[in-house]
T-cell receptor, first 112, second 115 residues
């Protein structure tokens, strides 16, 4: 069954600190993996996208990695800001389908 | 930047009633999607739509659900006889082209509460 699992479920860090969020997937055949940020009460907004051949992608303070062999991805946030408080969702696409397969998300809280 | 807009932001409906959720996709996009997110759970795919036809649907999208593009701008999700378990956040998304490599842009959702 195609699944996307994320850890931790929630995370609290102090402003200015770094953090890393994890994603494991069993989606096959794999097409690409995206990280989305979802603010409370808003729709998901894309941060990064990686295909099978890419193993790292950066977007400002966000850096995503992908290990297609172990089917794992991580999202590293550098020098966190209060506005980084949100849910971060790992989303995997499979070849031959239009749908996204969402993970359960990690709720990040950044404290001053 | 162009956005997907959804209305209403919150809909409260009595169980058994019909409800229509509305979405205005990004203007040059041709592929449209509905997802739902039950409180505390992951976002789940419902349906994709192109050229006035459903291109893919999940097992959640049963006979009580229907989608329509009634004019050149709106994309709607109708739930015929709502049940308590239909209470969720419903997200509309659109993409310029089909396929897993095409980015889907999401609206801010409609929170549907069934009483």
């Amino acid at each position: 069954k195609n699944q996307v699992e994320q850890s931790p479920q929630s995370l609290i860090i102090l402003e200015g600190k770094n953090c890393t969020l994890q994603c494991n997937y069993t989606v096959s055949p794999f097409s690409n993996l995206r990280w989305y940020k979802q603010d409370t009460g808003r729709g998901p907004v894309s941060l990064t996208i990686m295909t099978f051949s890419e193993n790292t992608k950066s977007n400002g303070r966000y850096t995503a990695t992908l290990d297609a062999d172990t089917k794992q991805s991580s999202l590293h946030i550098t020098a966190s800001q209060l506005s980084d408080s949100a849910s971060y969702i790992c989303v995997v696409s499979s070849s031959g389908t239009y749908k996204y397969i969402f993970g359960t998300g990690t709720r990040l809280k950044v404290l001053a | 930047e162009p956005e997907v807009t959804q209305t209403p932001s919150h809909q409260v409906t009595q169980m058994g009633q019909e409800v229509i959720l509305r979405c205005v996709p990004i203007s040059n996009h041709l592929y449209f999607y509905w997802y739902r997110q039950i409180l505390g759970q992951k976002v789940e795919f419902l349906v994709s739509f192109y050229n006035n036809e459903i291109s893919e649907k999940s097992e959640i999208f049963d006979d009580q659900f229907s989608v329509e593009r009634p004019d050149g701008s709106n994309f709607t999700l109708k739930i015929r006889s709502t049940k308590l378990e239909d209470s969720a956040m419903y997200f509309c998304a659109s993409s310029e082209a089909p396929g897993p490599n095409q980015p889907q842009h999401f609206g801010d959702g409609t929170r549907l509460s069934i009483l």
